[in-house]
């Protein structure tokens, strides 16, 4: 019997080891993730955003989800990734979701604290992990400028509103970064030893091997990847576009998808080292 994805989460806390859970958007990348995944022979988190769940339909995603989770062999859990409404948690959990994220990490510490603790309330009969944003991660479009989570806060979040994870700004941004980024390992580490929720890293596209790997030996259980799966896709596909006028797109879109696996190779390696 497969773990859940808390047990899990727990035990990649303990061991300082991560799961990476990697977005997806269409069939391609979600093949592309099961094939990576089968071959690295890992278990896996497959995140669904609203406005892939909006592009795809809910019930669709889901199913090709547990499917292919399915006939892959793999053991992996679903995620929603960036929850901005209780009422789109509802409807994942609903859905079949193991995991959801409640964002209100825009709003003040004290609305932030009240949205996800009913959250947590509604997740208890789903059994389902409950993660939340506490500090400043820049999204797509927003200024990359740091407003990193404090050890007190994470403390005081955890123990009011009894979330299981916790999504911490230490620095990484979402979309492509502008400079190399840099983590606050330190605060990171401090933030572990404070609290036994476990920690996610966002915005991992374009952070360096070494950086993701010294997050994880501090505490980081659990690296996002979105940006870049997008990013590997849509160039290949652009180039392989620009030399051809094939029209059968499953002649096409396999190699764009196998781009896709080549990355994800690479980075299961670095999350699971
Ligand atoms: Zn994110």
Known sequence: M???IKEQLKNCQHSHTALLATNFYNLETLLAIFKAAAEENVPIILQLTQ????YIGLDVAVSMARQGLKDYGLTGWIHLDHGQSVDLVHKCLDSGFDSVMIDASEKPFQENVEITAQVVEMAKAYNANVEAELGYIAKLGQQQEYNYTTVEDAVS???QTGVDALAIAIGS???FYKATPKLDIKRLSEIHNATDAILVLHGSSGIPDDMIKDAIRNGISKVNLATEIKDT???NLKETLMTTDEIDLRKVFPKATN???DLLRNKYNIVQA
């Open 259 to 261: 781009s896709v696996i």
């Open 157 to 159: 979040f955890v123990h």
């Open 173 to 175: 941004a979402h979309g």
């Open 233 to 235: 896709f849509m160039k």
């Open 51 to 54: 406005s892939s769940i909006d």
């Open 2 to 4: 497969a773990l859940n």
